[in-house]
């Protein structure tokens, strides 16, 4: 079993066991909102689509009303389940929901807001590595200083670097940790575990 489908078999089981009601990291979104995104995405991806192309933001909400008035625990099941056979998404499955699947099962264990990092693998921390490489310079390209990023037992990633930054360079937003807890981070999420060298109001991030 992949780690992507590690983590949506785990994911499930957590929003089954918290029920519809309970927070997320994903500001504005309880479970049910959670469960409603994670199935559009995979069985309606032009509804989804709606979450960053605005004609469409009417369908996503039609969509979304729609998915959200079916039984909760239904719906999980019907996600969790994985994509079809005919859907192409079955076949692409680790490189497009690897990170998804992570960053959301984190945003689901930890929206009480309490950090919970997880003791993760060699080679899943290395899946999450060439996430975070591919992602860091494209969501943090507009933070106004240069953003190096320090992953545990990974060489460093530097970010928004538009002037030329040295190891010791001054002027700079310096984030050490887990390569989990940095790229939760650089997708905007601030319940993590990490240290930093630097003003953080420096950064710049996503927050999808």
Request: charge should be negative.
């Amino acid at each position: 079993m992949s780690f992507s489908s590690a983590e949506r078999a785990r994911l499930a089981d957590l929003l089954i066991q918290l029920g519809p009601d309970a927070p997320t990291l994903c500001e504005g979104w309880d479970t049910r909102d959670m469960a409603v995104h994670l199935y559009l995405r995979e069985h309606n991806p032009l509804a989804a689509a709606g979450m960053f192309a605005p004609p469409l933001a009417g369908q996503l909400a039609k969509a979304s009303a729609k998915a959200g008035e079916r039984d909760y625990p239904e719906l999980v099941r019907d996600w969790a389940a994985g994509p079809g056979r005919f859907n192409p998404v079955r076949y692409i499955d680790p490189l497009m929901n690897t990170a998804e699947h992570f960053i959301h099962h984190e945003d689901v264990r930890r929206g009480d807001g309490v950090a919970r990092p997880r003791d993760l693998s060699r080679a899943v921390e290395e899946q999450l590595y060439r996430a975070l490489s591919s992602s860091a310079p494209r969501f943090l390209k507009n933070s106004t200083v240069p953003v190096i990023l320090h992953p545990t037992g990974f060489p460093r990633i530097v970010a928004a670097d538009k002037r030329g930054v040295s190891l010791d360079g001054e002027g700079v937003l310096s984030v050490t940790g887990d390569v989990g807890e940095l790229l939760l981070w650089v997708f905007g999420r601030d319940v993590v575990e990490l240290t930093m060298e630097g003003n953080p109001d420096d950064a710049v991030r996503s927050s999808l």
